[in-house]
């Protein structure tokens, strides 16, 4: 079976170096553009630790290497790619396949 | 076994001490003190006692407080002088008739100020300088007084003329002595420092032997001198030294010196075995020491002595460096060359001011003395070298020359016995900080909470920097003092480079001076570098990703995810209708509402696409941002002042608000704020303030780096009397410099707590402009303020902008998890918590808090 693809928005809606949420499939994702290309990253937008949809809002950055935002309530940070926390791995967020075409930037449904 | 009964008699800063030293003596619990004060107050700071002058109060000053001796079982009874003692039954009794018994006696009680025997000296208005008594006496006297005359040119008299004039009088010292600073200083010190403290408005007169205080013509009083001149005066203070209190010990028979002061021996111990004596009452081998040091040796060796240690009083080292009215004044070892076969290097600098001469052993090997006068900066190195008995390395004149003139030979402190003796003042080592550091003391607020180094006179806050930082490196603590993984540079490096290279973006600065992507330390940290340096509006598309979500925002993130809303309302001072529109604001968007610490008005609960409606009314209305989100200028408190009260000398409104409006939107390290009151009633606290400003009668006082935060701080009296102008390019010139040079995130409390020469040296910076740095830190604040626009205003107008206040990006929905309790009378009161949360799904009724 082909994996189906929901648009979310434009490329350009994503200011390299910041964040936005989505609404996926009832779910909130935070979408990701961590550099001036169009490599985009998907986690769970609820911050399990603050317990507030927020994440987002984050900074991002990389940690030793590890691609990560740092969550804008309490500063844990979670890996883009595998929602991993860094402080508290136990905790593991939810990731979503993303990809972009052309100036779409389009989450596996 | 019954308790050991101490009885101090004194408690002046020596007899505290020595109550000190023994809480902290492990066998404490066998002993119990009780200790008498002829003061009405327990022991103060009375080697900061000029600090009352300009503004500390008698609290400031104190060194211990009835809760502490309360704390650990110590007695004190104040206002009650001891009179006698019974060897024999080994009692005491005082003034009011309180007997008590001792098993050891330690006499802590100081000396008086020596009033020579002049005709005429017992008249109103003629005053010694001791106590915080004598200061308010001053005070009062100076209230009716035009000229003040100060009698003894020594340090304490320097003092206190340094007082007198500040305090607005004409002010002139008379000394017996050929030169200022007989006892520290030589000729040629003597003779420059006279040059330097006439040049600043204070008479000078020498050799000059009063014979009678007579009723004055122009003033209250003439001073008649043997050489047949005179001079009048309004107010007379005695400052000729001092002499060991021993009334006691002269009364019941212990041995005193032939010239007063009570003898004692190597342990401290009177001729009587059982009675002690210590500080500046005491007489060690015919020597009495009139300096705070040495009296806490004596505390310390008394405290050993009577717990059964074996530590002896062998002496101790007279160095001293001040300031005395602003000229800088040092003294070491054998200052005036007495040492037989001695050599001596002076240099001179009339046009600077400067005066050093070095005084070495014969065989031109070691420092022996030196006296520094308008530049001392060599002190610490010369007493090091002498009291640790370091050979000079290389020629000795190249210890006092200039910098550039051939380098001076820089003591490393690795040269320096662990038993170096750092902080004289508090007995400090290198060995104890070195301790400190492996303790786990990294920072200089660390090793002066944990060793008191550099809490005393702070002369010697310069070495114990360098000998911590020795310490670090040595131990292998890299001191690094790297951003982050990002830039192995500190902040104030990086701050230059933006600045010097021009650099106007993160992505240059890690580009050319960095690695990787950032993170969420440094990127901030440069964005508020980059806007401290080029004022450029922070959500532009190159600056947006650096800000934490409160200022990509514009607004304070809550716990659940949403925002608060603080408009600015300079110096809290605002208009009915403004006022109006504030609650109709806050009443349609249903927002809980409350009136800040800073005198403004918070809303909290609003939802991130709520905010460019909140903010387009409160813009509308005049508003604007008031950063309460930012590392920024937060907010100008302001007392009512001139305008309304009855007490204010100056208007502070007007004042605060100018502030207000000049400052905000500065980007900064950390938070400022600021405070401005009309009187010394401080009702804005001021002094709890970054930057705090106090009218008086003659213009403002200016105070700096106080808070109020995590670790309170009282803000340093900076300059007084200042115009309006003056103090405007001070506060440009010192809110500049702190953005040059603080670490991330450190306020300015903290900042100040490790700048090495703390306010003397901002002082140097700020007022003597001595690196040259004043003209550009005031052009690089007029390029801020000046750029300043409304962050709201700016992005209200930007559709493009206006676009991230939206939960999501692809729907209108908002989000769901947010639940409000209500709470006497206000309907968000309160987050919700889980269980409320859940009760409020299934539509339960929650418990709700009234307003009664
Ligand atoms: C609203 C207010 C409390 C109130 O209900 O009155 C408040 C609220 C917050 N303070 Fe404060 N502080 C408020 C006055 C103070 C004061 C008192 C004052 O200014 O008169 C202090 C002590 C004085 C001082 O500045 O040191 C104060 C010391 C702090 C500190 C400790 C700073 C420190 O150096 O130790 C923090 C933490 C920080 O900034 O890192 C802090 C941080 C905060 C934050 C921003 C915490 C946060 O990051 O979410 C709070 C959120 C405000 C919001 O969401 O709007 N707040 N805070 C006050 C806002 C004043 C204003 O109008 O802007
Ligand atoms: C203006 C000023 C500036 C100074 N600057 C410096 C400086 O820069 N560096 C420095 O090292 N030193 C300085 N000193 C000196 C320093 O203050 C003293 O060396 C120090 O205070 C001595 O401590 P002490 O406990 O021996 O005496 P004190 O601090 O004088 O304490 C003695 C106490 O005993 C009380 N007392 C006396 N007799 C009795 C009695 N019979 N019963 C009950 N109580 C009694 C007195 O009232 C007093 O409170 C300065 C002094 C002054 C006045
Ligand atoms: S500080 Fe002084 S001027 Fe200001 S309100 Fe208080 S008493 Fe009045
Ligand atoms: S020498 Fe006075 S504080 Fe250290």
Redesign the interface.
Known sequence: MTTQWEEICKLNDLVPGTGVCALHNGEQVALFRPANDSQVYAISNYDPIGKANVLSRGITGDIKGKLVVASPLYKQHFELTSGECLEEPEIKLATYQVKVEGDKVLLAV | MSKQKLIVVGNGMVGHKFIENMIENPAYSDYQIITFSEEPRLAYDRVQLSAYFAGKSADDLMLTSPDYYDENQVQYIVNDKVVSIDKAAKTITTASGRQESYDKLILATGSFPFVPPIPGKDQPHCLVYRTIEDLEAITASANQSKVGVVVGGGLLGLEAANAIQNLGLEAHVVEFAPRLMAVQLDEGGGQLLRSKIESLGVGVHTEKNTKEIVAGEKCRYRMNFADGSYLETDMIVFSAGIRPQDELARQFELEIGPRGGIVINNQCQTSDENIYAIGECALWQNRIFGLVAPGYQMAKVAAEHITGGDLAFIGADMSTKLKLLGVDVASIGDAQARTEGCLSYTYLDGHAGVYKRLVVSADNKKVIGAVLVGDVEAYGNLLQMMLSDIEIPGAPEQLILPAGAGDAPALGVDALPETAQICSCHDVSKGDIYEAVKGGCTDMGGIKACTKAATGCGGCAAMTTQVMNAALTEMGVEVDTSLC??FAYTRQELFDIVRTKGIKSF?ELIESHGT?????I???AVGSMLATAWNEYVLD?KH???????D??LAN?Q???TYSVVPRVAAGEITPAQLIVLGEVGRDFNLYTKITGGQRIDFFGAQLHELPAIWSRLVDAGFETGHAYGKSLRTVKSCVGSTWCRYGMLDSVSMAVNLEMRYKGLRSPHKLKMGVSGCTRECAEAQGKDVGVIATDKGWNLYLCGNGGMKPRHADLFASDLDDETLIKYIDRFLMFYCRTADKLQRTSVWMDNLEGGLDYLHEIIVEDKLGLCETLEADMARVIDSYECEWKKTLQSPERL??FA?????D?T?D?LAYVEMRGQQKGRIAT?VERKKLAKGEEIETVELV
């Open positions: 993984e990002h992505a990787g992507h950032g993170c969420e440094c990127k901030p598309d947006i990703g650096l800000q934490d979500t409160n990509v925002f993130m716990k659940d995810g676009k991230r939960h999501f990006i692809n729907s929905a989000d998890n889980d």
